[in-house]
């Protein structure tokens, strides 16, 4: 079982950045991907980004390619988001999560990831 925990999360006004940050501990799987998902009031969870722990391959959603970069410090063991232009629509629960098995593909289902954080709070003002 591998636990995740997120920071970074906060209030900043549209056109400002924030970086968000996940820490994963516990057991640690050969072909995991990390990602990142968000879920605003009254919606679904939205896949953002994700990237494979080993190879370093990326993923983004299309409203946030561009403006935001997923990275990962295999040293530390944590991935980090880096939102930059963030818009109102950003604004969300964003949750860090980790596919444990699969092999090659970065999957932006929701379905496929194994572990989850807690979320941390992000709020885009106008």
């Known amino acids: 079982q591998a636990q995740l925990v997120e920071s970074g999360g906060g209030l900043v006004q549209a056109g400002g950045s924030l970086r968000l940050s996940c820490a994963v501990s516990?057991?640690?799987?050969?072909?995991?991907?990390l990602g990142w998902f968000r879920q605003a009031p009254g919606k679904g969870q939205e896949f953002v980004a994700a990237?494979?722990?080993?190879?370093?391959?990326?993923r983004y959603s299309d409203s946030v390619k561009g403006r935001f970069t997923i990275s990962r410090d295999n040293a530390k063991n944590t991935i980090d988001l880096q939102m930059n232009t963030l818009k109102p629509e950003d604004t969300a629960v964003y949750y860090c999560?980790?596919?444990?098995?699969?092999?090659?593909?970065?999957?932006?289902?929701?379905?496929?990831?194994?572990?989850w954080g807690q979320g941390t709070q992000v709020t885009v003002s106008s």
């Open positions: 999560a980790q596919d444990r098995h699969r092999v090659g593909v970065v999957s932006p289902r929701r379905t496929d990831y194994d572990d």
């Open positions: 516990g057991r640690t799987y050969s072909n995991s991907a």
């Open positions: 990237i494979k722990w080993s190879e370093g391959t990326t």
